[in-house]
């Protein structure tokens, strides 16, 4: 199995700011994702965090919404730009390991005012 | 197009057993994976099957039907603990999951 951790965990944050997440895993991994799941919702693919390229965005995300970099093979970062109460969710960094299984790491909770 | 269905919610008692469906029709498969999520918390991997057939670990089990587009997953000996929201995942093309909805799994004493 992979051990992601993400951070922060939890933020309240306002109106038109921006939020920096980062995500590490302890293993090197063939893939990494971001996802979103808003309240009472299932989990949403936002984009594929590609490392050392620009990220691969899923129908109604946006680049300039949610910037992702991929430095390396252990760690990625998902911002969220110019945040309005409806980006209020939890976003969840995932890797796909070389067995085939995606794990989550513990998400980090966005609560925007 | 996809879709992924699973119910919205299921009630079972405490010991007993309980079957979670879901049926798939996606663009793409590469297995099928289901995850246990608690309220507040990220999900918890249980399974994969990439090919048909019954895996079973401990008190959970999941079958997957490639033909049919269905798989289920089984929890023997109810928990209070096993009270969560229950997701089946297609793995499509390029790594990329796509979600049903979620089984909310109330179990009762």
């Known amino acids: ?113 | 197009g996809q879709n992924i269905d699973q119910p919205t919610e299921m009630t079972a008692t405490e010991g007993a057993i309980v079957q979670i469906n879901c049926t798939y029709q996606t663009s793409g498969f590469n297995g099928l994976f289901w995850y246990q999520q608690h309220a507040g918390e990220a999900p918890t991997f249980l399974s994969y099957n990439v090919l048909d057939g019954l895996e079973e670990k401990g008190r959970f089990s999941s079958f997957l039907s490639r033909s049919k587009g269905y798989s289920y997953l089984l929890l023997k000996e109810l928990q209070m603990k096993d009270s969560a929201s229950y997701l089946c995942a297609v793995l499509g093309p390029g790594g990329k999951l796509i979600f049903g909805q979620g089984t909310e799994l109330s179990v009762k004493p």
């Open chain 1, 1 to 113: 199995s992979a051990v992601i951790s993400q951070k922060p965990s939890r933020d309240i944050c306002q109106r038109g700011t921006s939020l920096t997440i980062q995500c590490q895993v302890d293993s090197q991994v063939t893939m990494m994702f971001w996802y979103r799941q808003q309240p009472g919702q299932s989990l949403t693919l936002i984009a594929t965090a590609n490392q050392g390229s620009e990220a691969t965005y899923e129908s109604g995300f946006v680049i300039d919404k949610f910037p992702i970099s991929r430095p390396n093979l252990t760690f990625s970062t998902l911002t969220v730009s110019n945040m309005s109460p409806e980006d209020s969710s939890i976003y969840l960094c995932s890797v796909l390991t070389h067995q085939d299984t995606q794990y989550f790491g513990p998400g980090t909770r966005l609560t925007v005012l």
